[in-house]
């Protein structure tokens, strides 16, 4: 099932590149999970039928209680990052043990089609990030690994964009930066354009992610590289802190993001992050 957020409320794509509104009570999907799930999506009166193309389409979920990133997570991007690491004089990072997490301020999260805008306190190192995002559906606390997949709700696509300059500085001991200051600005996560249900792929998730900017293709990679899987990064933030519905985890990026190249957003550009079976995120970038 693909579902959308409107701003006409929710709507299902019954038909390809048609919307069918809901008759639910809800301003969104994350209210939905919150209260009695996707399975109301599922069974809803339909009230209008609208072209997709014609749509207003906003995050799915549109204000997440917690947004959690994920570093390092696909052995394209961990090569790169030691590599620039030991160029900048730190040789001695070696590869986490175990997922590494943050946390992100769910007021960074915008929609499909709405504009990033560089933070005026930081405006010269934005860079991209495409990735697959994994909507929580159901409360999870301290779930094992083979029991992870039950509570996901569905996945999208995310923007995890950041401020380099500041994550630089966070990660060369500025105690008043931090990687999360670096990636919650406003606009900095964009999310859509849907959610595809979780019963959609099977919980060994193969897809092919791409990351375009200007139609360039910059990034190019395959879910199935994850280092850790799905069910392994639930289980693990679980451990710290309940996951509740409309959560979202952000799972990592491949290799090719702007800060290994020096290419960083400017205004004007235009960024496409594709993953096959769900669809394409595309936002422009404009000046604060």
């Known amino acids: ?9 929710i ?48 995050a799915p979920i549109v204000r997440p209680g917690k947004i959690l990133i994920v570093g390092l997570n696909y052995p394209s991007h961990a090569e790169e990052a030691l590599a620039a690491f030991a160029a ?18 769910g007021s960074a999260t915008i929609g499909p089609a709405a504009e990033i805008k560089l933070p005026a306190v930081a405006p010269h190192e934005v860079d991209y990030e495409g990735e697959l995002a994994v909507v929580i559906g159901k409360a999870a606390a301290s779930i094992p690994a083979d029991r992870a997949w039950d509570h996901v709700a569905g996945l999208t696509i995310v923007n995890d964009l950041g401020a380099r300059d500041i994550q630089r500085r966070a990660m060369t001991g500025d105690p008043v930066a931090s990687i999360g200051m670096a990636k919650s600005f406003d606009t900095f996560k964009p999310l859509g354009p ?77 960024v496409e992050v594709t993953i096959e079976r769900i669809g394409v995120l595309r936002n422009r970038v404009s000046a604060a």
């Open 1 to 9: 099932m693909r579902l959308y957020t409107t701003d006409g409320g």
């Open 11 to 58: 709507g299902r794509e019954d038909r390809a590149g048609t919307l069918m509104l809901l008759d639910l009570p809800y301003r969104g999907l994350g209210e939905l999970l919150s209260g009695p799930g996707l399975d109301a999506a599922r069974t809803a009166a339909v009230t209008d039928e609208v072209e997709l193309a014609e749509a207003t389409l906003l």
């Open 88 to 105: 900048m004089g730190r040789g001695g990072i070696t590869m986490p043990t175990e997922p590494n997490m943050q946390l992100i301020a």
């Open 194 to 270: 849907c959610l595809v249900t979780a019963d959609e792929f099977s919980d060994d998730v193969d897809l092919r992610l791409q990351t375009r900017v200007n139609g360039e293709v910059r990034q190019d990679d395959r879910t199935s590289s994850f280092i850790y899987s799905i069910a392994e990064l639930i289980a693990h933030f679980s451990k710290h802190q309940t996951l509740q519905p409309g959560d979202v985890i952000c799972t990592g990026t491949p290799s090719g993001a702007g800060f290994f190249s020096g290419r960083y957003l400017r205004p004007g550009d235009e």
